[in-house]
């Protein structure tokens, strides 16, 4: 029998849905979700087809220590949903602020997951960041609408490269200071 990596990561409970840290055992939807075209359009880091073991690799990084990313899963059983729903993160940056990524399966598009997400991340602020960021694609205006909606306030323009689609895409970057 093997026993479960127990991570230093806060459960943050939402209305909803809970952000709980990542299993092993949420391998197989985050493959599924993941896998969607749709969902690694929205992201740098997932590439598309999604080759054999990257997400098993991801969520080993995720669940090391030391490690400069905590990931949250939006685990849905409290409103009868998916055990996972999406995922989001915060990566550690120097003078105490952080970067939040997420993603949300398509099948919880235009429920509001991502905005109480989000928002649920900042309010808990569990790293006692003094401020978050964040970028989104050009073509992905409703992920801005929910950084806007949690408060985070317009940078300006960038760049970041995509795996999925082999490019440097143009985003929008946005701040909040907690």
Not at 9 to 20: A, K, M, V
Not at 93 to 114: C, I, K, M
């Amino acid at each position: 029998m093997q026993m479960e990596t127990i991570i230093n990561q806060p459960t943050i409970e939402t209305p909803r849905f809970d952000l709980r840290p990542l299993r092993r055992s949420d391998l197989g939807l985050i493959e599924h979700y993941a896998s969607d075209r749709r969902v690694a359009m929205t992201t740098p880091t997932i590439p598309h087809p999604l080759p054999p073991g990257t997400m098993e690799a991801f969520i080993a990084r995720a669940m090391a220590e030391p490690r400069t990313e905590d990931v949250w899963v939006m685990d849905g059983i409290k409103s009868d949903w998916s055990e996972v729903v999406g995922l989001i993160s915060l990566t550690r940056l120097d003078r105490n602020q952080s970067e939040v990524g997420y993603w949300v399966a398509p099948s919880f598009w235009n429920t509001h997951v991502a905005s109480d997400a989000v928002q649920a991340l900042v309010d808990a602020n569990p790293f006692g960041n003094v401020a978050m960021f964040a970028s989104v694609y050009h073509d992905n205006p409703a992920s801005a609408k929910v950084l806007t909606n949690a408060g985070f306030v317009y940078l300006g323009d960038a760049e970041t490269y995509c795996l999925a689609r082999d490019a440097a895409v143009p985003t929008w970057t946005y701040s909040r200071k907690l």
